[in-house]
């Protein structure tokens, strides 16, 4: 009889999934090291660290309100339904959602700042809560989306404004300030934490991680001119440092990224 070769066992992935998932939660853990500002420099005023950013990047000034007036529409489609959204592998679009709603409820906000509000799809979660809104978009075609949206809720619980972060320069003027999909294409993602921070004591935002899904997404958006940035969890916890926000509360949002919550100390 002829001997037999060795059997071929698949490997187990459990434990290597297990391992994945407790680096990616130890990361959170890692020391801060500190960041001191030059002589005469405002802490508050640092540019964001080149470590903030993946090295899939390029030097093209976003066009934001070109590229996204023209794919408004397109945008709009991935929230008109939760099961397709999740069988097209953009269930973190629902999962980034979800988090900020929960806890604009968990730090009982009763005034949200919806930053690059898009076709508005946190609005009727949020004002399902009792919670009005007070929305920002600098995309033309994308405001008209967010109106007709707003027109569906009672009167005052929505406003829908016409401007970029940029001109942001409320002062306590909200409890909290939300900006899902927006860290992805922002070139200094410290001054808008910080300018979100002042406006509000809590501030709700999702982050893409780093990999070969941000690089594919890099490559795509490049020829609209619009960077895309991952992020690490430390690069996050020290965006929050220097804006004078901690991180309160985060959701692994899968391969996305992640969703998080920064509060004032």
Known sequence: MAQQGPVWRAPDVLPVRAAVAKERQDLWDVPLPQVRPSRGEDPADRAS?????????????PEFRTYFHRRSTRFARF????PVARMLGRGALFDRLNFAVEQAEAVEARHVLDVGCGSGPLFAPLVRSGIRVTAIDPAPNMLELARAEAARHPD?????????WEDLLEVDEYDAAVALGVFDYVDAPGELLRRMGRAATHVVGSFPAPGLRTCLREIRYARGGVSVHGYRPRDIVRLGAEAGLVVAARRLLGRAGYAVRFSRP
């Open 49 to 61: 660290p080149p470590s903030a950013v993946s090295s899939c990047h390029h030097d093209r000034v």
């Open 79 to 82: 929230y008109q339904s939760e």
């Open 156 to 164: 005052g619980m929505v406003e829908v404004q016409q401007r970029g």
